[in-house]
T-cell receptor
Framework: DTGVSQDPRHKITKRGQNVTFRCDPI?????LYWYRQTLGQGPEFLTY????????KSRLLSDRFSAERPKGSFSTLEIQRTEQGDSAMYLC?????????FGPGTRLTVL | RKEVEQDPGPFNVPEGATVAFNCTYS??????FFWYRQDCRKEPKLLMS???SGNEDGRFTAQLNRASQYISLLIRDSKLSDSATYLC????????????FGKGTKLSVIP
């Protein structure tokens, strides 16, 4: 257990619904990252926060995706109008300097 | 061309064998390199950072060749518990905390 927690661990939703995931990083880490991983692929970077500032965003992060870290602690990732292609494991990581520690992920299934 | 490329395997080796994984990266601006390990349906876990001078951690040795943009991981005296997918990782450049993962190489250590 790295100390990064994510909630929920599993989410099944119908196409078109909105979903929100939460990540609680290791408390002393000011950097927080979101990744998406599909079967047979490595994790793909989505976005990165330093404290409450969102500093990097991937082109994978379409306008249906939004991430926040309002107080520089926990973060939320919202997907609006979900599509079947959004089905994946959504991983959160926190870190300091170079190292990133991953949480257990939220597995999203869009029916 | 993928930014980080790995042989997907699978590598099936007997206990006690030595196995080597190779990885190439295309972004010459990458500064930081890592090997992560991922068990089935679990989150990636940092195995080791990779330094230009090469580094060793017990049975694991990582090497980096910046000129060839090549990274390797050597596992000696393989254990059953080493069975996992090994992910080669590079950052996106100086000052970037975005990590790019390879697809991973699957290792099965057989009794």
């Amino acid at each position: 257990d790295t100390g990064v927690s994510q909630d929920p661990r599993h989410k099944i939703t119908k196409r078109g619904q909105n979903v929100t995931f939460r990540c609680d990083p290791i408390s002393e880490h000011n950097r927080l990252y979101w990744y998406r991983q599909t079967l047979g692929q490595g994790p793909e970077f989505l976005t990165y926060f330093q404290n409450e500032a969102q500093l990097e965003k991937s082109r994978l992060l379409s306008d249906r995706f939004s991430a926040e870290r309002p107080k520089g602690s926990f973060s939320t990732l919202e997907i609006q109008r979900t599509e079947q292609g959004d089905s994946a494991m959504y991983l959160c990581a926190s870190g300091d300097v170079d190292t990133q520690y991953f949480g257990p992920g939220t597995r999203l299934t869009v029916l | 061309r993928k930014e980080v490329e790995q042989d997907p395997g699978p590598f099936n080796v007997p206990e006690g064998a030595t196995v080597a994984f190779n990885c190439t990266y295309s972004n010459s601006a990458s500064q930081s390199f890592f090997w992560y390990r991922q068990d089935c349906r679990k989150e990636p876990k940092l195995l080791m950072s990779v330094y230009s001078s090469g580094n060793e951690d017990g049975r694991f040795t990582a090497q980096l060749n910046r000129a060839s943009q090549y990274i390797s991981l050597l596992i000696r005296d393989s254990k059953l518990s080493d069975s996992a997918t090994y992910l080669c990782v590079a950052n996106s450049g100086a000052g970037s905390y975005q990590l790019t993962f390879g697809k991973g190489t699957k290792l099965s250590v057989i009794p």
